[in-house]
C-alpha cells in the first residue's frame, strides 16, 4: 500500500409519484452520491517529475490531504508574443538581470529538464507560471491542478403512464471533477509527423509589438507555435491548458411503449403484448471540448485521463415484447 486514505460519503435514494389518477401515473426516481477522498499519508513517487512533465505525462504525486488521482502539472498562461516577454521578472514584476560576459544582460525565462541541460524560451513558445520567481521552469513550479474524482454523481428519470401509453426517460450526471485531455495535448503538440487538429491553424506564427498587444489585435485562443524536432515538447507540457471541467448531463435513454389492451388479445395465442421504441446517448450537456466527458475514473491512481476513446454512439432500438 501506498498510504493510508480515507474515504467518506452519503448516497441519497427516493423516489416520487406526484401524480396519480384512474388513467395518469407520474413518477420521478432520482439516485445523488457524493464521495470524499483524502490521502492520510505524504508520499512522492520515485522518478523525476520534470522530466515526466516534458514527456506529456502528469508526475502521479501522493500528496497528504489531495485526493488520490490527484493531477499535478504547470500553470499554463497562454504564448510568449515577442521576445520582450520571454524576460523573467521577479515578485514584482521587475526584469530580473545578470553579469556576463563583461555586461549586464537581461535573463530569459528556461526551462531546466536535467542538471545539464535546459531550454531558453523564444517568442511564440507556451508560458508557463514561474512559481518562484526564480527564471526557471522546472519541478519547484509543479503545483496541483485538479482531480478526477467527482464532488457529486447521480441520475433522475421521469416514467410517466397514460392509459396504455408509457414514457421512461433517464439522465445521469457528474459534477465537479476534472479531465485530462490527453488527446487534445497529442493533436495540437505540433513537434511530430502525426495528424493535428484544426485548431493548430490558431497557431502563432509571427511575433507581435507591444502596441498590437495593446490594441487587442491579438486573435483569441492564440496557440504555441509550431516546433518539429523528437525533443521539441516544451509547448505541450503537463500543464493546466489540457485539465478541463468534465461535468456533464447526459439524457442516456429515453423509451416510449404501447401496451396492448388485454380485450384485443382475447382469441389469441397471446397473453401479453407491448410494442415500443427506444433511444440511447441522445445529448450530453457539457463544457469539456473532447469526444465524450465520461472517461473513466475506475481507475486507481490516474482517474479522468482522455485517450480519445470511441464516443458512446446514438443508438435506437424498435422491439416488440409477448407473451404466450
Same mark, same amino acid.
Given at each position: ?162 392509459? &396504455? ?46 502596441? &498590437? ?112
Amino acid at each position: 500500500n501506498y498510504a493510508g486514505m480515507e474515504n467518506r460519503g452519503w448516497e441519497l435514494d427516493f423516489d416520487f409519484i406526484p401524480y396519480r389518477t384512474k388513467d395518469w401515473n407520474i413518477k420521478v426516481s432520482a439516485n445523488f452520491a457524493r464521495n470524499e477522498n483524502k490521502l492520510k499519508d505524504d508520499l512522492e513517487t520515485s522518478g523525476s517529475w520534470t522530466s515526466n512533465t516534458i514527456s506529456g505525462y502528469y508526475p502521479t504525486l501522493l500528496v497528504k490531504g489531495q485526493p488520490l488521482g490527484s493531477f499535478y502539472g504547470y500553470i499554463y498562461e497562454g504564448v510568449y508574443l515577442n521576445d520582450e516577454q520571454t524576460i523573467a521578472r521577479d515578485a514584482n514584476g521587475n526584469k530580473i538581470m545578470t553579469y556576463k560576459d563583461g555586461q549586464l544582460q537581461y535573463v530569459h525565462m528556461r526551462f531546466n529538464y536535467t542538471n545539464d541541460d535546459s531550454y531558453t524560451f523564444k517568442a511564440g513558445d507556451a508560458k508557463y507560471k514561474d512559481v518562484n520567481h526564480d527564471g526557471n521552469i522546472n519541478e519547484q513550479d509543479v503545483v496541483y491542478l485538479g482531480n478526477g474524482m467527482p464532488l457529486f454523481t447521480g441520475g433522475f428519470g421521469i416514467n410517466v403512464k397514460y392509459k &396504455q401509453w408509457t414514457l421512461n426517460t433517464f439522465f445521469n450526471f457528474r459534477y465537479g471533477n476534472d479531465v485530462v485531455n490527453i488527446a487534445r495535448a497529442s493533436m495540437e503538440s505540433m513537434h511530430s509527423f502525426n495528424n493535428q487538429s484544426t485548431s493548430v491553424l490558431r497557431r502563432w506564427r509571427h511575433e507581435y509589438t507591444n502596441e &498590437q498587444i495593446a490594441n487587442g489585435e491579438v486573435p483569441s485562443g492564440l496557440l504555441p507555435r509550431a516546433y518539429f524536432g523528437s525533443n521539441a515538447t516544451y509547448n505541450s507540457l503537463a500543464s493546466s491548458r489540457y485539465v478541463e471541467d468534465g461535468s456533464f448531463l447526459r439524457f442516456k435513454t429515453a423509451t416510449l411503449s404501447y401496451s396492448f389492451p388485454k380485450n384485443l388479445l382475447k382469441g389469441t395465442f397471446l397473453s401479453d403484448a407491448k410494442i415500443y421504441v427506444q433511444m440511447q446517448n441522445i445529448y450530453c450537456w457539457t463544457k469539456y471540448t473532447g469526444m465524450d466527458p465520461e472517461v473513466s475514473i475506475s481507475k486507481p491512481q490516474n482517474p479522468g485521463y482522455d485517450t480519445s476513446n470511441t464516443p458512446r454512439p446514438h443508438e435506437y432500438t424498435l422491439g416488440i415484447n409477448v407473451k404466450f
